[in-house]
C-alpha cells in the first residue's frame, strides 16, 4: 500500500482537511459559544471532533478501498449555534446522544442504502456540480481580496496543467503559500494558541423537548444536507459506495464521542469530491490513499486541537477558496458533462443543479435536498409524460 501513495495523494488529503477545517470551524465555536461550555470543554469538542473525523475515514477508506472521507455536521452545527442557546450542556449531550442512535439505526437498517439507489446517475452528477459550484466561484470571487496572490496561484495551476500535470494543485497550494508569507497576508501569529487539548467528557442527560427540538432535526439535517451529497459524491466519481457501512461506523462513533463533543459525523461532499477527482490520482482504484491521508490528518489536527485550529484561522480567506476552488474544477466539469449528457433528462438535471447553486432552504433542511427532490420530481413528471405521447402515438 505504502509503494502505492503518491505526492498527489498527499497533497489532496491535505487541502481537505484545510478546506474542512477553514469552510466551517467558526459554526462550531458559535455552537460552543451558544451552549456555554468552558474553555476546556471548547477544547474537548476539538480533538473529538478530529479524532471522529480521522478514524472514520482512515478505517473505511482502507477497508473497502475507496476515497470513503467523513466529516463533521457543518448544517448540524449551524442548527446548534441557534437551537442551543438556553439549553443546559448536558441536555445538549444527550440530544446528540439521541442524534447518533438514530444515524447508527439508520444504517443497519439499510433503507438509505436502498433509497439512494434510486436516484439517476444524471441527477447525482448535477446535484454533485451544484453543491461544488459555489466553491469554484469563489476562486474567482477571491481576485477582489487578494487580486496579486490569486493570479499567481492562477498561473501556477495554468503551469501545472501544461508541465506538471500531477502535482498541479501541490504546486498552486505552495506558491500561495509562499506569496502570502511574502506579502504579509497571515493573520497575526500571535493569536496562536499551544495550550494542551485533552477530551473532557459530560454526562448526557435527557430532556424529551431537547431530544425533539434539537437531537430530532439534527438527525434530519445531517441526513439531508450532508449524507445524501456525500453519497452521491461518490457516485458521481464512478464509485459503488458502502452506504450502510458508513452510516453504522459515523453512526457509532458520534454515539462514543457525543460526551467529548463529537455531536454528529457523516460522509462528506465537498472535501470528498477533492480525494475522489482526478487530481488526487489518475488511477481511481488508488484514490483512497488520499482520503486515508486526510484521515491521519484529521486525528493529528485533532490532538493538536486549539494550536492546528488557531493557524487555519490566520490563513488568508482567498488562500483557501482558490486553493479549493482550482482543486475542484475538474469535479465540477466533469459533473456537469456526465448530467448534461442526455437529453431526455436535461432539464432535470438543470433544475437539480440550479436549486442546489440556489442556496435555498426550507424548514432547516439546506438546498440539496430540496435539489434532489424537485429534481427527482420534475425527471418523473417528464420521462412519464414522454412514455405517455410514445404510447399515444399512431403505431
Known amino acids: 500500500m505504502l509503494s502505492q501513495l503518491k505526492l498527489s495523494h498527499l497533497a489532496a488529503g491535505a487541502i481537505a482537511v484545510l478546506v474542512g477545517y477553514t469552510s466551517s470551524v467558526a459554526i462550531i465555536f458559535q455552537a460552543i459559544e451558544a451552549v456555554g461550555a468552558t474553555q476546556a470543554q471548547a477544547n474537548s469538542w476539538l480533538v473529538a471532533l478530529g479524532l471522529g473525523m ?53 444504517g443497519l437498517s439499510g433503507w438509505f442504502e436502498r433509497l439512494a439507489k434510486l436516484i439517476p446517475d444524471s441527477l447525482a452528477n448535477a446535484l454533485l456540480a451544484g453543491i461544488l459550484f459555489q466553491f469554484g466561484l469563489s476562486a474567482f470571487a477571491a481576485l477582489n481580496q487578494d487580486t496579486a496572490l490569486v493570479a499567481a496561484m492562477g498561473v501556477t495551476f495554468l503551469a501545472g496543467r501544461l508541465w506538471f500535470t500531477r502535482f498541479t494543485i501541490l504546486g498552486v497550494l505552495l506558491v500561495g503559500g509562499i506569496w502570502a508569507g511574502l506579502s504579509g497576508s497571515f493573520g497575526d501569529l500571535g493569536q496562536l494558541n499551544t495550550s494542551l487539548t485533552l477530551p473532557e467528557p459530560v454526562m448526557p442527560g435527557f430532556s424529551l423537548p431537547v431530544l425533539i427540538g434539537v437531537g430530532l432535526p439534527l438527525y434530519i439535517v445531517t441526513m439531508c444536507s450532508q449524507n445524501m451529497p456525500g453519497v452521491v459524491t461518490l457516485r458521481a466519481a464512478g464509485y459503488t459506495p458502502p452506504v450502510s457501512a458508513s452510516l453504522t461506523v459515523t453512526g457509532i462513533a458520534s454515539l462514543l464521542l457525543a460526551p467529548f463533543g463529537g455531536f454528529a459525523f457523516n460522509l462528506a461532499a465537498i472535501t470528498a469530491a477533492i480525494c475522489a477527482g482526478p487530481e488526487a490520482d489518475e488511477d481511481p482504484k488508488t484514490r483512497y490513499l488520499a482520503s486515508a491521508v486526510a484521515g491521519l490528518l484529521y486525528c493529528l489536527v485533532g490532538l493538536g486541537g486549539a494550536t492546528v485550529i488557531s493557524l487555519f484561522l490566520i490563513a488568508p480567506k482567498a488562500l483557501i477558496a482558490t486553493v479549493a476552488g482550482l482543486a475542484l474544477l475538474s469535479t465540477i466539469g466533469n459533473s456537469l458533462s456526465q448530467a448534461l449528457q442526455d437529453a431526455r433528462g436535461r432539464e432535470a438535471a438543470l433544475i437539480t443543479f440550479m436549486t442546489a447553486v440556489s442556496g435555498v432552504s426550507f424548514f432547516g433542511i439546506g438546498a440539496a435536498f430540496w435539489a434532489l427532490l424537485f429534481g427527482l420530481l420534475v425527471n418523473h413528471l417528464l420521462n412519464r409524460g414522454t412514455a405517455q405521447n410514445f404510447k399515444a402515438s399512431p403505431k
Not at 478514524?55 to 482502507?62: D, K
Not at 470513503?68 to 446548534?80: E, N, Y
Not at 439549553?87 to 438514530?102: E, S, W
Open 54 to 106: 480521522g478514524l472514520t475515514s482512515l478505517g473505511l477508506s482502507l477497508w473497502f478501498r475507496m476515497p470513503v472521507l467523513t466529516a463533521w455536521s457543518t448544517p448540524g452545527a449551524a442548527l446548534l449555534a441557534v437551537g442551543l442557546k438556553d439549553v443546559p450542556l448536558d441536555q445538549a449531550v444527550g440530544a446528540f446522544v439521541f442524534c447518533a442512535v438514530l444515524l447508527t439505526l439508520t
